[in-house]
């Protein structure tokens, strides 16, 4: 097919691709939020591919919540490489319908990097919330020892881990006696390794058993 019958073609549809229509998806909430996404008033190609990116970037994330398929997702992807064509039949991309096949290549490419963005920062909130979790459990056993009797210095103390990143801290305790042992620069580098208060130096004990979850 020569490239001026491809580009007639193309004109032949514009009116049609012009209308500022998008591919529906299947869950009503989803839909209605998409439609949100791109509404208004789009008078030229290039206001046209704007709001179906924009649109294909929330079907991106929505498919993240499974409101919205696979498919579905590549439906509006399919969109905005079909809407960026009336960009360059403006002439406002150089290359104009020879670019589609460069378009069809780098959009969806553009739209697998921000859906890997998405899932990078959804499975991070992920680890801290298993973090924190864990945490939690953590110091609910520690509150169970009383650190001024003696007779549990053998008693082990529960690791709890940075939230952030999950990272052990360093030269931590495995029991009530060594945790008893600590001098203060050992509870200082403790503190400072939860990114808590160093000071004042009179409660730092107190304020790093408080942290771990012992009561007393």
């Keep these: 097919m020569d490239t001026n019958f491809r580009y007639r073609k193309t004109i032949a549809i514009l009116p049609k691709m012009m209308n500022n229509q998008h591919p529906p998806v299947v869950n009503a909430a989803a839909n209605q939020a998409l439609d949100a996404a791109s509404a208004g008033e789009a008078p030229t190609a ?14 991106a994330k929505l ?13 509006q992807i399919a969109s905005v490489v079909a809407k960026a064509l009336l960009v360059g039949i ?40 298993q973090v924190q979790f864990r945490n939690i459990e953590a110091r609910g056993m520690n509150s169970y020892v009383t650190l001024a009797l003696m007779s549990n210095d053998h008693h082990i103390v529960h690791l709890i881990r940075r939230v952030h990143d999950g990272a052990l801290p360093p ?20 503190l400072q390794f939860y990114d808590l208060p160093v000071n004042p130096l009179a409660t730092r004990r107190e304020r790093l058993q408080q942290f771990l979850g012992f009561l007393s």
């Design 171 to 190: 030269n931590f305790p495995n029991n009530v006696a060594e945790l008893r042992a600590l001098n203060n620069q050992d509870i200082a580098e403790l």
């Design 46 to 59: 290039a206001h046209v591919a704007g709001k179906a990116y924009k649109r294909a970037l929330l079907a």
């Design 63 to 75: 498919h993240d919540l499974h409101l919205v398929s696979t498919a579905e997702l590549g439906e």
């Design 90 to 129: 403006e002439g406002q991309i150089p290359g104009g319908v020879e670019n589609i096949s460069g378009a069809a290549t780098t959009l969806p490419a553009q739209m697998q990097g921000h859906h890997q963005a998405q899932h990078n920062q959804s499975q991070a909130q992920h680890n801290q919330w």
